[in-house]
């Protein structure tokens, strides 16, 4: 199985069964993205330079309103699809092989931790893995520490408070917080009534 075979085969609910030849292409992509991202995390880097190096790691041209301040981590890489003005700041940590889809206009607070692989809850099939994405709206701000777990989405102009803990899916335009993350109230724009 090529990497390109397995980029077509990673959809949702896609399983990976341990010690499998699809398994071994995921390590073969992690060790890439091990490269990539220490050459990221491990000296200075222009603009431009880290725009080519995210464009490596995830194999699609990043536009240049990206920002991001290094460290950043991830064990895959190549099913980060990135929108337009979207900022990541330090301390990152994607496993995107399920696939992590950032909308335009997004803030990613330091040491947000996003997760689309599940293992297998039965201790015989521990090892397995299912595959489900994580799909981050336009405007979106998350804050510090949060996590976001498998299957979730995020709606258009949602804030997920820091420290929080994504487990279910979150309205456009709400204010969510907590673990598990919850709607605390929706967002009014600016010079609205309250």
């Not at 803990?165 to 010079?191: C, D, F, H, Q, W």
């Amino acid at each position: 199985m090529t990497v390109e075979e397995y980029l077509r085969e990673m959809k949702p609910g896609y399983r990976v069964t341990a010690g499998s030849e699809a398994h071994q292409v995921m390590h073969e992509m992690a060790q890439n993205a091990i490269r990539v991202t220490m050459e990221i995390n491990n000296r200075y880097h222009t603009h431009e330079e880290l725009l080519a190096l995210m464009s490596e790691l995830t194999g699609t041209e990043i536009d240049e309103s990206f920002g991001m301040f290094p460290p950043f981590y991830t064990d895959c890489g190549r099913n980060i699809h990135i929108g337009k003005n979207v900022f990541i700041n330090a301390g990152c940590k994607f496993q995107d092989q399920g696939g992590i889809y950032i909308g335009d206009g997004t803030l990613i607070g330091h040491n947000a931790v996003v997760a689309t692989i599940n293992h297998r809850e039965d201790p015989a099939r521990r090892g397995d893995m299912e595959f489900q994405p994580v799909y981050i709206g336009k405007n979106v701000w998350i804050g510090a520490n949060v996590t976001i777990l498998p299957g979730v989405t995020i709606g258009d102009g949602a804030v997920i408070a820091a420290g929080a803990v994504v487990t279910k899916n979150i309205l456009e335009n709400t204010v969510a917080a907590g673990v598990p993350a919850k709607y605390l109230r929706s967002i009014k724009a600016e010079g609205q009534e309250k």
